[in-house]
T-cell receptor, first 115, second 113 residues
Framework: GAGVSQTPSNKVTEKGKYVELRCDPISGHTALYWYRQSLGQGPEFLIYFQGTGAADDSGLPNDRFFAVRPEGSVSTLKIQRTERGDSAVYLC?????????????FGDGTRLSIL | GENVEQHPSTLSVQEGDSAVIKCTYSDSASNYFPWYKQELGKGPQLIIDIRSNVGEKKDQRIAVTLNKTAKHFSLHITETQPEDSAVYFCAASQSGGSYIPTFGRGTSLIVHP
C-alpha cells in the first residue's frame, strides 16, 4: 500500500519495560510527525522530523521519550521505563515537505497498553 | 500557544439531516484549518481544509466556513449517511516553521439510519 504504515498495531507490556514503535512514511515524504492520542482526545504533537533531523521535539513529555529517523525515511519512537500513563495510541503522519499547503497523512497508529 | 475548542462533543442526527460542528481558535496567526475524520481503530483522514484567505470551501456534501474576525470555523455535512458516523477533529496551524497543528478534542457524529 501507499499509505503510512505503523507497527506493531498493538503493544502490551509491563510497567518499567522499554518499547519501540515503528513508522514507515509515504515514499518521498520528507516530513514525519509523531502524535499521542488518549481516549476521547485529539492527537497531541510529540516530535517532527524534516529529513533525518528532529526539527521540533517540543512535544516530548520527558526524557524517557526519544525518536530517531536515521536515513530520513523510517522512524522509531522509543520509550524507556514505561509508565501506566504512557498508555495511548501513538500516531505517525507524513507530508511531502512539512509546509502548510501539504496535508499530513496519518497511519492507523500503535495502541500501547502498559500494565 | 494555540488553543482549539470544538463543539459539540457528541452529535446525533437522522440520516438525511445536516450536521454542523464548530471550532474556535485563539492564535490570530493561525492560517490553515484542516478537518479530519477518524473511524474506530483507524488514523485520522483529511476530509477538507481551508486557508485564511478563503471564507468558504465546499466539496460535494461537506463544506467548511471560516470567520477570521471571530476566530471560528465550522464543518457542515449535508444529507448525512450512516457511513458518515465517525469522530471528526478540527485543527489549526500556521504556515512557515514546522506546521504543527493543534487539534480540537473531537466530535463523535452518529447518523441513525
Amino acid at each position: 500500500g501507499a499509505g503510512v504504515s505503523q507497527t506493531p498495531s498493538n503493544k502490551v507490556t509491563e510497567k518499567g519495560k522499554y518499547v519501540e514503535l515503528r513508522c514507515d512514511p509515504i515514499s518521498g515524504h520528507t516530513a514525519l510527525y509523531w502524535y499521542r492520542q488518549s481516549l476521547g482526545q485529539g492527537p497531541e504533537f510529540l516530535i517532527y522530523f524534516q529529513g533525518t533531523g528532529a526539527a521540533d521535539d517540543s512535544g516530548l513529555p520527558n526524557d524517557r521519550f526519544f525518536a530517531v529517523r536515521p536515513e530520513g525515511s523510517v522512524s522509531t519512537l522509543k520509550i524507556q521505563r514505561t509508565e501506566r500513563g504512557d498508555s495511548a495510541v501513538y500516531l505517525c503522519a507524513s507530508s511531502k515537505q512539512g509546509k502548510s499547503n501539504q496535508p499530513q497523512h496519518f497511519g492507523d497508529g500503535t495502541r500501547l497498553s502498559i500494565l | 500557544g494555540e488553543n482549539v475548542e470544538q463543539h459539540p462533543s457528541t452529535l446525533s442526527v437522522q440520516e438525511g439531516d445536516s450536521a454542523v460542528i464548530k471550532c474556535t481558535y485563539s492564535d490570530s496567526a493561525s492560517n490553515y484549518f484542516p478537518w479530519y475524520k477518524q473511524e474506530l481503530g483507524k488514523g485520522p483522514q483529511l476530509i477538507i481544509d481551508i486557508r485564511s484567505n478563503v471564507g468558504e470551501k465546499k466539496d460535494q456534501r461537506i463544506a467548511v466556513t471560516l470567520n477570521k474576525t471571530a476566530k471560528h470555523f465550522s464543518l457542515h455535512i449535508t444529507e448525512t449517511q450512516p457511513e458518515d458516523s465517525a469522530v471528526y477533529f478540527c485543527a489549526a496551524s500556521q504556515s512557515g516553521g514546522s506546521y504543527i497543528p493543534t487539534f480540537g478534542r473531537g466530535t463523535s457524529l452518529i447518523v441513525h439510519p
